[in-house]
């Protein structure tokens, strides 16, 4: 039960449909602006990509930097800590494009 426990936290890290995009851009890119994570999930309103960062920020798996300048700059990055998360992140990103390739063997590619 201990275990399922400690899954159960990572895993709230990860759920959803937005996290693991949001840090697979950051980790691609490095630090990002928000307009330009955005760009790069043309899909995410700007309220999810922002609560979904929040979430992120405050398990300390990415860092918002605020720069007070007219107008303001923000910048995202992954964490130190964070960097953990890359070989996870990765192992699920290999294993979702060789599931996709199973599945057009399985039933073609116009399924």
Same mark, same amino acid.
């Given at each position: 039960?201990?275990?399922y426990?400690?899954f &159960?936290?990572?895993?709230?890290?990860?759920?959803?449909? #937005?996290?693991?995009?949001?840090?697979? %851009?950051?980790?691609?890119?490095?630090?990002?602006?928000?307009?330009?994570l955005?760009? $790069?999930?043309?899909?995410? $309103?700007?309220k999810?990509?922002?609560?979904?960062? %929040?979430?992120? &920020?405050y398990?300390?798996i990415?860092?918002?930097?605020?720069?007070?300048q007219?107008?303001?700059?923000?910048?995202?990055?992954?964490?130190?800590?964070? %960097?953990?998360?890359?070989?996870?992140?990765?192992?699920?990103?290999? #294993?979702?494009?060789?599931?996709?390739?199973?599945?057009?063997?399985l039933?073609?590619?116009? %399924?």
């Amino acid at each position: 039960m201990t275990s399922y426990c400690k899954f &159960e936290t990572a895993l709230e890290i990860l759920v959803g449909k #937005w996290k693991p995009v949001i840090l697979l %851009r950051l980790f691609e890119n490095g630090t990002m602006r928000f307009s330009e994570l955005q760009k $790069t999930i043309p899909d995410i $309103t700007k309220k999810m990509l922002t609560q979904q960062l %929040r979430e992120l &920020e405050y398990h300390d798996i990415v860092h918002r930097e605020v720069y007070q300048q007219v107008p303001p700059k923000v910048e995202y990055s992954i964490t130190e800590y964070g %960097r953990g998360l890359h070989t996870v992140l990765q192992a699920m990103n290999d #294993w979702g494009v060789g599931h996709i390739e199973h599945l057009n063997e399985l039933y073609g590619e116009n %399924r």
